[in-house]
């Protein structure tokens, strides 16, 4: 199970928490929802850093994290804002369609 944590301030997303793994295939079988999740995860990532300058980010094994930064300029945080709305969108239309995969919960900072 992956298990997806979005941060949000009032009605901005702040980032995100991604622990986990789907598990959908079986031990030689490659992981379709695995696979999504982590391109979308990264997708975001790679926008943030390309159209925001955000470079900030964590991956351990299984985890994958970033917080948006407190100085961002009012243009760059509209920006980053729509890139993890989308991401959240994504991710829960991949736990709409294997719930029992994934699990996206939002909580408030």
């Not at 030689?28 to 990264?42: H, K, L, P």
């Not at 009012?74 to 804002?81: G, Q």
């Amino acid at each position: 199970m992956t298990n997806v944590k979005v941060f949000r301030k009032g009605n901005e997303i702040q980032g995100f928490t991604i622990k986990g793994h789907a598990g959908a295939g079986g031990h030689s079988e490659y992981d379709m929802v695995c696979a999504a999740i982590s391109g979308i995860a990264f997708t975001a990532l790679g926008a943030l850093d390309g159209m925001c300058g955000i470079h900030e980010y964590r991956e351990e094994d299984g985890r994958l994290e970033t917080m948006l930064p407190e100085n961002l300029e009012e243009a760059v945080r509209y920006k980053a804002t729509i890139i993890l709305e989308a991401m959240e969108i994504g991710l829960k239309q991949i736990e709409a369609q294997y719930p029992r995969y994934i699990r996206t919960i939002c909580k408030e900072v």
